[in-house]
């Protein structure tokens, strides 16, 4: 079992900066690829990012690409989303996903066991 707590939510102007984290117990993040998942009211939860354990590979919506970055720390078992250039589009509720896996599990929530209780972005125009 991992546990994920994300931070780092908050109230940011259209141009601005946020970074997130997420930080994992429980069992070591070492083996887990993480994700980063978001979801607007009234839309379904997307996709934003994703990166594997081993080589640390990365992988992005089109809608975040240039201005999102993820990156995680495996000796502080924790994980992060710097986003820059945050538009209005951006505000949601952020979450963090683990998945035990090898390589990239992929862009659907499905496809994560592991997630955070998520963290508000709001980005105003």
């Known amino acids: 079992q991992v546990q994920l707590v994300e931070s780092g939510g908050g109230l940011v102007q259209a141009g601005g900066s946020l970074r997130l984290s997420c930080a994992a117990s429980?069992?070591?993040?070492?083996?887990?690829?993480m994700g980063w998942f978001r979801q607007a009211p009234g839309k379904e939860r997307e996709f934003v990012a994703a990166?594997?354990?081993?080589?640390?590979?990365?992988y992005y919506a089109d809608s975040v690409k240039g201005r999102f970055t993820i990156s995680r720390d495996n000796a502080l078992n924790t994980g992060y989303l710097q986003m820059n250039s945050l538009k209005p589009d951006d505000t949601a509720v952020y979450y963090c996903?683990?998945?035990?896996?090898?390589?990239?599990?992929?862009?659907?929530?499905?496809?994560?066991?592991?997630w955070g209780q998520g963290t508000q972005v709001t980005v105003s125009s």
């Open positions: 996903a683990a998945e035990e896996s090898g390589g990239y599990p992929g862009m659907g929530d499905r496809e994560y066991s592991y």
């Open positions: 990166i594997t354990w081993n080589r640390g590979r990365t």
């Open positions: 429980g069992r070591t993040f070492l083996r887990y690829a």
